[in-house]
């Protein structure tokens, strides 16, 4: 298991939009990709403009290669990215034990 960890940073003003788009997105399109389990969305109490999106993939290459390279990419950005302010920061991580 891989834990992909985006930090989001949108627009100011565009909180209750961005949630609606970003729920959405998870559940049409992230949904669908291979590997992938358990998204969530956290918005940041001291800057409402940052969101964390933690989405569980059962690979590395799942979400680099499947998802990144694919058309449902495409489809993720269309629905979330004209919120943005900033490309997201995006890394991944192994559980320790």
């Keep these: 298991m ?6 989001i ?7 209750a939009e961005f949630e609606e788009a ?4 998870i559940a ?3 949904s669908r990709a291979k590997g992938a389990k358990n998204a969530r969305v956290q918005r940041c109490i001291e800057t ?12 590395l290459e799942d979400h680099t290669v499947g998802f990144r390279q694919g ?5 993720w950005r269309a629905i979330i990215g004209p ?12 559980p320790v034990n």
Excluded at 2 to 7: R, T
Excluded at 22 to 25: M, Y
Excluded at 71 to 75: A, M, V
Excluded at 83 to 94: I, K, S
Aim: proline share 10%.
């Design 48 to 59: 409402p403009e940052r969101y964390i999106l933690t989405i569980e993939w059962d690979t």
């Design 22 to 25: 970003i729920t959405r997105a």
């Design 9 to 15: 940073r949108i627009q100011p003003g565009k909180q």
């Design 71 to 75: 058309p449902l990419f495409t489809e």
């Design 83 to 94: 919120f943005f302010a900033q490309p997201p920061l995006v890394e991944h991580f192994n």
């Design 28 to 30: 049409t399109v992230a």
């Design 2 to 7: 891989v834990l992909e960890i985006a930090d």
